[in-house]
């Protein structure tokens, strides 16, 4: 199976500050690597696609990168709705395992 | 878009059986490849397994091979989740994921299943 880690598990940062989670793959993944946002009782939501596609409708100030084993996800200038945990996932053999997510929490 | 809705909540004895649905409207079911993903309580996000509507060919994590079910009706547009032998551990929210190719563009609302004896 390939793991997936995140890191930091949780982050506090004020309104207007770029936010960078990454992600690692136990071993190369090519570009099959999804992020997704979990906002408290909520089901999770699809941000970014292919480790860099904008999924329609998502704020401009969400963006990804990287590809084989190291990726990031980026808010550009945080605002309070981005209170919520962040999980990447890889989408390139099953099981299609997640990472163990980053809470974000607004000072 | 296809839409998912899930069956309600559920309380369960250890050692007995849950089968949880998740009905698809809105779009073309064939088209979607429907996976099951857990949340224990104040965890993570566990991937359980997958069915392809056609052929219906299902997949399952190794840690649930055994114990879980999934199968898909095409006359209804509704996949199950069938899990078997219930521990206190299965406590979680149960969410049904649809996808094309590759990501969960859509999900079901989440089934709260609560095992107690």
């Known amino acids: 199976d390939i793991q997936m880690t995140q890191s930091p598990s949780s982050l506090s940062a004020s309104v207007g500050d770029r936010v960078t989670i990454t992600c690692r793959a136990s071993q190369s993944i090519s570009n099959y690597l999804n992020w997704y946002q979990q906002k408290p009782g909520k089901a999770p939501k699809l941000l970014i696609y292919?480790?860099?596609s904008l999924q329609s409708g998502v704020p401009s100030r969400f963006s990804g990168s990287g590809s084989g084993t190291d990726f990031t996800l980026t808010i550009s200038s945080l605002q309070p709705e981005d209170l919520a945990t962040y999980y990447c996932q890889q989408s390139y053999s099953t099981p299609l395992t997640f990472g163990g997510g980053t809470k974000v929490e607004i000072k | 878009q296809v839409q998912l809705v899930q069956s309600g909540a559920e309380v369960k004895k250890p050692g007995s059986s849950v089968k949880v649905s998740c009905k698809a409207s809105g779009g073309t079911f064939s088209s979607y490849t429907i996976s099951w993903v857990r949340q224990a309580p104040g965890q993570g996000l566990e991937w359980m397994g997958r069915?392809?509507?056609?052929?219906?060919?299902?997949n399952y994590a190794q840690k649930f091979q055994g114990r879980v079910t999934i199968t898909a009706d095409k006359s209804t547009s509704t996949a199950y989740m069938e899990l078997n032998s219930l521990i206190s551990e299965d406590t979680a929210v149960y969410y049904c994921?649809?996808?094309?190719?590759?990501?969960?563009?859509?999900w079901g609302q989440g089934t709260q299943v609560t095992v107690s004896s």
């Open positions: 292919g480790a860099s």
């Open positions: 994921a649809g996808s094309t190719v590759g990501p969960y563009r859509v």
């Open positions: 069915i392809i509507p056609i052929p219906a060919i299902a």
